[in-house]
């Protein structure tokens, strides 16, 4: 049943070690997001793709970068991870058309943890 | 200030209380409302969407008040399953910006 789904729940890294994070969904939503949301904090939009068209935040570091090889896959890529990116890191969809009111459907989330 | 900002509470509330959250935003042009619940060490859940007229779902009651830029949300008879942060929810026109307030937490206890 799930319909946004996050690879791996948990990942560990090393300091300065790439690591990809992955997400799938089967809602056929053309809009895809990444998050990131640190401890007692509010979720913090990193990226976003509708359709193929990439949307990068202002405050988004260049360390991340993001793939969306097809409607149904995004990838999240830390180049250089640091102990500031340990988080947790959320991906979501939302159909875009229609009336405005969509809502996003989040995936479970990887909890990265930078050693 | 913040876009959308929520009180961080917590509210410890007995079972059966009645609690309600506030939730203002700076940006006029938001469009879209949404309350979501998230727990510890989960992902946001839709709780609710927010329309202008308000909207009800069982225990849950939102409304929207355009004009002095809040929404908020009511639960009655609070359950101890109602035990997590709510996090209010604003979409800008056009679709895509999406911003989220810190959350509120609440603690219901028997």
């Known amino acids: 049943d799930a319909m946004v789904i996050q690879n791996p729940r948990y990942q560990v890294t090393q300091f300065g070690k790439p690591v990809t994070l992955s997400c799938s969904q089967t809602?056929?939503?053309?809009?895809m997001y990444w998050y990131q949301q640190k401890s007692s904090q509010a979720p913090k939009l990193l990226f976003h793709?509708?359709?193929?068209?990439?949307?990068n935040e202002a405050d988004t570091p260049d360390n991340f970068q993001s793939r969306r090889p097809n409607t149904s896959f995004c990838f999240l890529d830390i180049r250089s991870p640091g102990l500031g990116d340990a988080a947790m890191y959320l991906c979501a969809t939302s159909r875009l058309g229609g009336a405005g009111n969509q809502p996003q459907h989040f995936g479970d989330g990887t909890r990265l943890s930078i050693l | 200030r913040k876009e959308v900002e929520q009180d961080p509470g917590p509210f410890n509330v007995p079972e059966g209380a009645t609690v309600a959250f506030n939730c203002t935003y700076s940006n006029s042009a938001s469009q879209s409302f949404f309350w979501y619940r998230q727990d510890c060490r989960k992902e946001p859940k839709l709780l609710m969407s927010v329309y202008s007229s308000g909207n009800e779902d069982g225990r849950f009651t939102a409304q929207l008040n355009r004009a002095s830029q809040y929404i908020s949300l009511l639960i009655r008879d609070s359950k101890l399953s109602d035990s997590a942060t709510y996090l209010c929810?604003?979409?800008?026109?056009?679709?895509?910006?999406?911003?989220f307030g810190a959350g509120t937490r609440l603690f219901v206890k028997a």
């Open positions: 929810v604003v979409k800008r026109s056009g679709g895509f910006k999406t911003i």
């Open positions: 809602l056929n939503h053309n809009v």
């Open positions: 793709y509708y359709d193929k068209d990439f949307n």
